[in-house]
């Protein structure tokens, strides 16, 4: 993450989602780290008015720790912080999501808040996507030669759903759910071709090593994740990320796979406006074949 500046009027789209990006990231902060990372998640309007030393108190760290967790998260200093968290407050996502689902809930209470974590998780996640981000990963895809989608585990429905967008679209696109195939594909990769990689955690190491690989065979690469400073990132030329909201309940829930859905839907989406002869063409022809229309 680069130097965050003092924000002004409602902030930007990456001041703005300063709190979702955290929360991606707390898997990778070390553990006292993480005792600030809880603090500020959970008391983002009181950190505005703490000092450092208040701050290290509450979270039970020393005050180094509080401004070595701020230069970890690529921020000048406890100030900017307290900067990043004005942006943040001034400027909500939406409206809070419900809180988690509990023993002891109703089917409907169930039902509600399920559904309301959904939606707030999707929220977060267009909030902490930006347009340059997004056109630089179309523009990757529309022009390579070969695409090879990759991901395994949870990840896997929606390596298959991306790869099932983006052959419709007519571009030359491989799924490959299963690690050891992957990593061979990736390395018959050229610097004409792309990989798209979904990866919630960004820390499982097939795709990382994959990834790895691809890039050395010189592939540009993108990566769908959670966590903007997962090792995934590091073989990444873009980074989508999506909200990270997981419960005691649901660990790897449907939101987050809901929240890389919708950015693969984006992506489809775009690709189809800037090609649309070429991706109209191509639904035809596969609406031939499968008898739902004919060309005429």
Excluded: W
Excluded at 28 to 44: C, D, G, Q, Y
Excluded at 118 to 142: C, F, H, P, W, Y
């Amino acid at each position: 993450m680069g130097r965050m500046e003092q924000p002004t009027g409602s902030g930007t789209a990456e001041q703005r989602g300063f709190l979702v990006s955290l929360r991606g990231q707390v898997s990778s902060l070390k553990r006292a780290e993480r005792k600030v990372a809880s603090l500020v998640l959970n008391n983002p309007e009181k950190i505005r008015g703490m000092t450092v030393a208040e701050a290290s108190t509450k979270s039970e760290v020393s005050e180094a720790t509080v401004i070595r967790f701020c230069r970890t998260l690529g921020l000048k200093g406890y100030q900017d912080l307290k900067f990043r968290l004005a942006a943040e407050l001034a400027s909500p996502p939406g409206t809070p999501s419900e809180e988690e689902v509990m023993m002891g809930d109703s089917p409907e209470d169930a039902l509600k808040k399920v559904f309301s974590f959904n939606i707030q998780t999707l929220r977060e996640t267009m909030e902490v996507l930006d347009q340059q981000t997004i056109g630089k990963a179309v523009s990757v895809l529309e022009k390579a030669q070969k695409i090879l989608v990759i991901g395994v585990g949870t990840s896997a429905a929606n390596v298959q759903d991306a790869h099932n967008k983006l052959f419709r679209l007519g571009l030359n696109s491989v799924a490959q759910p299963d690690a050891h195939l992957q990593m061979m594909e990736a390395a018959l990769l050229t610097p004409h071709d792309a990989v798209l990689a979904i990866s919630h955690s960004g820390r499982t190491r097939d795709p990382v090593e994959t990834l790895a690989v691809a890039k050395k065979a010189g592939a540009r690469t993108i990566v769908i994740t959670s966590n903007p400073r997962a090792p995934i990132t590091k073989h990444a030329d873009v980074v989508l990320l999506t909200s990270s909201r997981e419960t005691a309940f649901r660990s790897e829930a449907l939101a987050s796979r809901l929240a890389q859905m919708s950015i693969v839907d984006t992506l489809y989406t775009l690709i189809h406006m800037r090609n649309r002869k070429k991706a109209v063409s191509a639904e035809e022809k596969i609406g031939v074949v499968m008898g739902q229309k004919q060309i005429s």
